[in-house]
Nanobody
Framework: QAQLVESGGALAQPGGSLRISCAAT????????MGWFRQAPGREREFVAA????????AAADSVKGRFRISRDNAKKIVYLQMSMLNPDDTGLYLC???????????????????WGQGTQVTVTS
């Protein structure tokens, strides 16, 4: 069982940067793949980025490649999403998720995750 709590969401300007975090409690974090998804009003939940349990493999949506970077600190049980060159399309509720086991392809599918946080809001506007 894992509990996930996101933080760091804020109002940002286009072109700006923001780092959001996901802190985990409970057992198993070090063996979980972790992902970030986002959901905007009227839109489906979409994959943003994922990192495998060891941190050696990552994946990112085409829309954020080169701008967002996912990382993890297994000792602190935290996953980070560093976001740069933000634009209004990045606005949404950012959700952290944990996956007990899965391939790199499965890490990009929301239905393959086992635990979810409540989300942190990121709003990009001038």
């Amino acid at each position: 069982q894992a509990q996930l709590v996101e933080s760091g969401g804020a109002l940002a300007q286009p072109g700006g940067s923001l780092r959001i975090s996901c802190a985990a409690t409970g057992r198993g974090f070090r063996t979980f793949n972790m992902g970030w998804f986002r959901q905007a009003p009227g839109r489906e939940r979409e994959f943003v980025a994922a990192i495998n349990w060891s941190g050696e493999n990552t994946a990112a949506a085409d829309s954020v490649k080169g701008r967002f970077r996912i990382s993890r600190d297994n000792a602190k049980k935290i996953v980070y999403l560093q976001m740069s060159m933000l634009n209004p399309d990045d606005t949404g509720l950012y959700l952290c998720a944990a996956q007990k086991m899965g391939s790199l392809a499965e890490m990009q599918r929301s239905d393959k995750y086992d635990y979810w946080g409540q989300g942190t809001q990121v709003t990009v506007t001038s």
